[in-house]
C-alpha cells in the first residue's frame, strides 16, 4: 500500500547536525539506520533521569532488526551500551548519555526506580500554529489554560477536529472541550464528530464537483 503522505498535524523531531554531516553516510545498514533514527527520536525528547532504552523499548522492527542494529550502533559509537544486574541499557553517545552510563556502571544511580522515556511529548503551540494559524501571547495563555483544565491529548484532539472542519479559531476548539466535558468525552459523541467529518466531506466534495 503506497504511503499516502504526512497529515496536516504533524510534529517534527529534532536531529543532530553531526547525524546529517557524518553518520548518514557512513551507515550502511537499514537495521542500524532504524535503531539509530528511533533511538534519536526517544532520548532526545526524554526528560528527567530515566534517558536510557531497553531493547524492548525499539518497537516497529523485529527482534532481530533490532538486536542486529543495536550491536552495530554500539560498535560504531553512536549508542552507549551498559550490562547491569537489572538488564541491558542504552545511553545516546551525548554528554547526558556518556555521564548516565557512567553513573549506572559505577553503582552511582539505579535504573530500579525508573522507567523508560515516554515518546516526545506534544507540543500543543507547535500544532496549533501548523494547522489553525500564528500564535499570539494571548492564545498561548488560553492553550495553556486549556492543557491545565481537560488535559494534552484533548487539547490537541480538539485542534486537529477543528482543522478538519476548517474552523480555524480558538472559540471553537474551545466550545470542543466544553461540550466534551460536559457531556463526556465517549464512544457515542466519537461517532457522531466522525460522522459529521463524512457529510462535511461529502458536501465538499460535491460542491467542488459542481464548480467544474
Not at 7 to 27: G, K, M, Q, V, W
Amino acid at each position: 500500500m503506497p504511503f499516502e503522505g504526512f497529515s496536516a498535524n504533524e510534529t517534527f523531531s529534532p536531529l543532530p547536525d553531526t547525524f546529517f554531516r557524518r553518520l548518514l553516510a557512513e551507515i550502511d545498514d537499514l537495521d542500524e539506520l532504524k535503531v539509530t533514527l528511533y533511538a534519536l527520536w526517544r532520548l532526545t525528547a526524554a526528560r528527567g533521569t530515566a534517558r536510557f532504552l531497553r531493547e524492548e523499548d525499539f518497537v516497529g522492527c523485529g527482534a532481530r532488526e533490532v538486536a542486529s542494529g543495536l550491536q552495530r550502533a554500539v560498535g560504531r559509537g553512536t549508542l552507549l551500551q551498559v550490562e547491569h544486574e537489572s538488564g541491558r541499557f542504552y545511553f545516546l553517545n551525548s554528554p547526558y548519555g556518556r555521564l548516565a552510563a557512567e553513573a549506572l556502571r559505577s553503582g552511582r544511580w539505579h535504573p530500579a526506580s525508573s522507567t523508560s522515556p515516554p515518546p516526545p511529548p506534544i507540543n500543543l503551540f507547535q500544532l496549533y500554529e501548523d494547522n489553525i494559524g500564528p500564535l499570539t501571547p494571548i492564545l498561548a495563555d488560553a492553550i495553556q489554560d486549556a492543557e491545565n483544565t481537560y488535559s494534552t491529548a484533548w487539547v490537541a484532539e480538539a485542534i486537529v477536529i477543528a482543522a478538519k472542519r476548517n474552523k480555524r479559531n480558538w472559540k471553537y476548539i474551545e466550545s470542543i472541550l466544553k461540550r466534551w466535558e460536559a457531556e463526556g468525552r465517549a464512544e457515542k459523541q466519537d461517532r457522531g464528530d466522525t460522522e459529521t467529518d463524512r457529510r462535511t466531506d461529502v458536501r465538499r466534495k460535491v460542491e467542488q464537483f459542481l464548480r467544474k
